[in-house]
């Protein structure tokens, strides 16, 4: 079983370090570490450490560091613009897209969208998706922890695509798929996925400045399934997996 990882501010610059806090309550009272056991700390954002128990209390572990090392950040990166879905799907659908190795997800209030993200609720449903990369990050055992974006409205979205080296539009009633699509070797590239009731004509029309847009398969798929399965066709395409 590979090492469990737990969240730190910034990678330990001393080879003894305790680990306390909420962090060092999930190893010690949950987790339930013992002296001689094996964790990975990470500061989220390329840091990775390997540490060893040699100590446990109620709350903290204290560990002894191994090694430190800094893992790049992946090229092309990996970005999701998920339109808002209704209940808990978009939770499940940023948990699935951090697991396969999404870099960043932009939530996206299309037209169409039966959610609304406004003032504290909008708040707290951002919250939630950014809790929910952050502990899909920690399963995953990533060193780069998976990002989530402000909320953006259409308009929004199109300025912040013409950043990308590649912008791939999902939609049912497209002629290309993605397995066909050439890709950019280096970048960033976005998949739009739309929501339940699917992208609205004047939104696939402002989205068309990217491209025509492009199809999975002969079969519709839910909004929050269907960018980790474009995603998992990337990662393959990419050499990845």
Known sequence: MSAPVFLV?????????TLDGPEGHHAADVQRLQPGETLLLSDGASGMATARVTHAERGSVRVQIVDRRTVPAPDPKLTVVQALPKGDRGERAVQMLTEIGVDEVIPWA?????????????DKARAKWTATAREASKQA??????????????????????????????HEEADLPLSQVA??????????????GSISPDELAALKEFGEPIRLGDTVLRTSTAGPAALAVLQ?????W
Do not use: M, N
């Not at 299309?110 to 909008?122: C, D, F, L, N, T």
């Open 141 to 170: 055992r990533r060193a780069r922890f998976a990002h989530v974006a402000e909320l953006h409205t259409t308009k929004q979205l199109v300025a912040r695509l013409r950043d990308a080296s590649q912008v791939l539009v999902l």
């Open 183 to 196: 890709l950019p070797e280096s970048g960033e590239i976005a998949v739009v996925i739309g929501p339940e």
């Open 236 to 240: 393959a395409r990419l050499g990845r």
């Open 110 to 122: 299309a037209s169409r969208s039966i959610v609304q993200w406004k003032g504290p609720r909008g």
């Open 9 to 17: 501010d910034a990678v330990p610059a001393d080879d003894d370090y």
